[in-house]
Antibody, heavy 118, light 109 residues
Framework: EVQLAESGGGLVQPGGSLRLSCAASGFSFSGHWMHWVRQAPGKGLVWVAHINPDGRTTGYADSLQGRFTISRDNAKNTVYLQMNSLRAEDTGVYYCARAGVLGGLDYWGQGTLVTVST | QSALTQPPSASGSPGQSVTISCTGT?????????VSWYQQHPGKAPKLMIYEVTKRPSGVPDRFSGSKSGDTASLTVSGLQAEDEADYYCSSYAGSNNVFGTGTKVTVL
């Protein structure tokens, strides 16, 4: 069974940093692109970043202005999101998702909540 | 990289059909056949309903169908059922990144 489990969320002050992790199981992790998607409270889904299977190709939402970095460790079946210079508007639930071989984001984790506040 | 435009809401009675539009540009929806649709119930993770414009993952009812014309993609839900009441989001590949739509709340009357 495919499972994605996010962790690392919590309360952080503006300007702070946080590292999210997403542990994958039940599939060949090193064969899939992985994505992070976030959702502010009561708002819509926003694509954040993606990374290719070998970790050498990444892409980010323009709005992040270089503050976030996606990475992966295929030996640990884990994808990460390093978030720096956090702002109040970064508050929300962060989901990791697997890109299916056939297309689309076919499996999602349950999300981890990040709150940026004093 | 602006969000794709969706109507905020749509509704229909049980058994009826509802169609949701998703308007982008030639740099995303119009430029690639990589449009996906997701269903999200309150408090739950999104679920993939359509990928590559028209394809349904295994397990998704054939009441759900997708199409595209130019810079606008559409999701049609036929034979509406109570469990179809949810938020729906489109998404498109946009070159080196991806973009989601603004979301549509579907209400089953």
């Amino acid at each position: 069974e495919v499972q994605l489990a996010e962790s690392g969320g919590g309360l952080v002050q503006p300007g702070g940093s946080l590292r999210l992790s997403c542990a994958a199981s039940g599939f060949s992790f090193s064969g899939h692109w992985m994505h992070w998607v976030r959702q502010a409270p009561g708002k819509g889904l926003v694509w954040v970043a993606h990374i290719n299977p070998d970790g050498r190709t990444t892409g980010y939402a323009d709005s992040l202005q270089g503050r976030f970095t996606i990475s992966r460790d295929n030996a640990k079946n884990t994808v990460y999101l390093q978030m720096n210079s956090l702002r109040a508007e970064d508050t929300g639930v962060y989901y990791c998702a697997r890109a299916g071989v056939l297309g689309g984001l076919d499996y999602w984790g349950q999300g981890t909540l990040v709150t940026v506040s004093t | 990289q602006s969000a794709l435009t969706q109507p905020p809401s749509a509704s229909g009675s049980p058994g009826q059909s509802v169609t949701i539009s998703c308007t982008g540009t030639s740099s995303d929806v119009g430029g690639y056949n990589y449009v996906s649709w997701y269903q999200q119930h309150p408090g739950k993770a999104p679920k993939l309903m359509i990928y590559e414009v028209t394809k349904r993952p295994s397990g998704v009812p054939d009441r759900f169908s997708g199409s595209k014309s130019g810079d606008t993609a559409s999701l049609t839900v036929s034979g509406l059922q109570a469990e179809d009441e949810a938020d729906y989001y489109c998404s498109s590949y946009a070159g080196s990144n991806n973009v989601f739509g603004t979301g549509t709340k579907v209400t089953v009357l």
